[in-house]
């Protein structure tokens, strides 16, 4: 079963514009973390929270992440073209089981 | 570093033939993953080793999927008999000690396409 759902599921945007993505888990989480996946490739780690922490950067992401609500989001800050792929959340648990979500598809214009 | 190397790329079979997909993973990661994709949908969790030792495998269709990870390196995925909903892309991934902040690794996948 898939861990939770992500919303929206399909997001279009023009380069330059902020992209946020957020995600809703069901079960207790370790840690939670964000792939992306370019179009037939495989999965790349993007960035990990953990369930003490409430806010991470990295580059032009800033994830958040609620766990009384459960929530988290992935903000890309002035978007490029490159960017456009399918965004992923994870969900962790202690011992090493990372259970998806169903994705969210982002399409940045040049 | 090298990345977790995945073979066959891709795949096409017919319905009750048998296929395997290989992974090796990133070397010193004792963590290996099997995920199934389908189109449109987010990586399902089929099995997880840890070395040469299955922590869990909830949601592999025993009955015509099984894995094996020898001396804790390398791992096999199976299919026999493969069903025209299998098609999909198989992706391993592999993962550091716990307590890391990289996450997993994930190889390239193989795309199965049943007929």
């Known amino acids: 079963s898939q861990q939770g759902e992500e919303d929206p599921q399909a997001l279009s945007i023009q380069e330059g514009e902020n992209a946020t993505m957020n995600c809703s888990y069901k079960?207790?989480?370790?840690?939670l973390q964000w792939y992306r996946q370019n179009s037939g490739r495989g999965l790349v780690h993007l960035i990990l929270i953990r369930s003490n922490e409430r806010e991470k950067h990295s580059g032009r992401l800033r994830v958040t992440l609620d766990t009384s609500k459960k929530s988290s989001s992935l903000l890309i800050t002035a978007s490029r073209a490159a960017d456009t792929a399918s965004y992923f959340c994870?969900?962790?648990?202690?011992?090493?089981?990372?259970?998806f979500g169903q994705g969210t598809i982002l399409t940045v214009h040049p | 570093e090298a990345g977790v190397a995945q073979s066959p790329r891709y795949k096409i079979i017919e319905k009750r033939q048998s296929v395997a997909f290989w992974c090796n993973p990133i070397?010193?990661?004792?963590?290996l993953y099997w995920y199934q994709q389908i189109l449109g949908q987010g990586p399902k969790l089929l099995i997880q080793f840890q070395n040469n030792g299955v922590v869990d495998d909830s949601q592999l269709p025993k009955d015509r999927f099984s894995a094996e990870r020898l001396k804790g390196v390398d791992s096999t995925l199976k299919i026999q008999p493969a069903k025209l909903e299998d098609s999909a892309v198989y992706l391993c991934a592999s993962s550091g000690p716990r307590g890391s902040n990289y996450g997993y690794t994930f190889g390239s996948g193989t795309r199965l396409t049943v007929v």
């Open positions: 070397s010193g990661h004792a963590t």
């Open positions: 079960t207790s989480i370790n840690n």
């Open positions: 994870a969900g962790g648990t202690s011992y090493g089981k990372l259970t």
